[in-house]
């Protein structure tokens, strides 16, 4: 069973960077995609970045295109989320999400496992 446990969240100034990774302690032999998505107060989830198992296709939302960058190793069942120029807009709760379609989506439903949040805060 796919058990996702993200990390590297924390307290940033604006124009920072983080870098999350989820790890997936399950060690779940099964191919799958793989989102982050993030949710601030008061808001809905959103779509942040995912990635396909073989990590050659990636996708991003139009508000982190070019400042977020999605990774994956497949051999450490780890995947990162690299990010760069931060802004206070981009705090929130950030979930990583396992679809076990293969299958990268913008929508939360499809996905099967998540893993806990971690908190990103940037200040301005």
């Known amino acids: 069973q796919v058990q996702l446990v993200e990390s590297g969240g924390g307290l940033v100034q604006a124009g920072g960077s983080l870098r999350l990774s989820c790890a997936d302690s399950?060690?779940?032999?099964?191919?799958?995609?793989m989102g982050w998505f993030r949710q601030a107060p008061g808001k809905e989830r959103e779509f942040v970045a995912g990635?396909?198992?073989?990590?050659?296709?990636?996708y991003y939302a139009d508000s982190v295109k070019g400042r977020f960058t999605i990774s994956r190793d497949n051999a450490k069942n780890t995947v990162y989320l690299q990010m760069n120029s931060l802004k206070p807009e981009d705090t929130a709760v950030y979930y990583c999400?396992?679809?076990?379609?293969?299958?990268?989506?913008?929508?939360?439903?499809?996905?099967?496992?998540w893993g806990q949040g971690t908190q990103v805060t940037v200040s301005s």
């Open positions: 999400a396992a679809d076990l379609r293969g299958k990268v989506t913008v929508s939360a439903a499809p996905y099967d496992y």
């Open positions: 399950g060690r779940t032999s099964s191919s799958y995609a």
């Open positions: 990635i396909s198992w073989s990590g050659g296709s990636t």
